[in-house]
């Protein structure tokens, strides 16, 4: 599966965003689903992750509250709505697939996921 994500830009703190994963070349609903986040210096870290229906999500605890991943199967399509951004939160945002069996979303190692998108930037000004 190919992945195209789009939607990031520049906020001010206590703003919100909406990223977009679109999907194309394979069975989207075959895919967990996943968004991490790479901000300059650091790690790789997990973001959210939703399961095939849509019906499990799991986030990281630092963003749970304000974070809101969801799927539109019939668009293929991801979504992370983002609101009460931090300074903090500024980084590159990655939409990542695995083709699964499984309907548990408890997944947030870079390892669980084999497809990637390019990542689409997000700057949150204090």
């Known amino acids: 599966v190919q992945l195209q994500a789009s939607g990031g830009g520049l906020v001010q703190a206590g703003g919100s965003l909406r990223l977009s994963c679109a999907a194309s070349g394979g069975t989207f609903t075959r895919y967990r689903m996943g968004w991490f986040r790479q901000a300059p210096g650091k790690e790789r870290e997990f973001v959210a992750t939703?399961?095939?229906?849509?019906?499990?999500?799991y986030y990281h605890h630092s963003v749970e509250g304000r974070f809101t991943i969801s799927r539109d199967n019939a668009k293929n399509t991801l979504y992370l709505q983002m609101n009460s951004l931090k300074p903090e939160d500024t980084a590159v945002y990655y939409c990542a697939a695995e083709a699964t069996a499984s309907s548990s979303s408890y997944y947030y190692r870079s390892q669980d996921f084999g497809s990637w998108g390019q990542g689409t930037q997000v700057t949150v000004s204090s």
């Open positions: 939703i399961n095939r229906s849509g019906s499990s999500k």
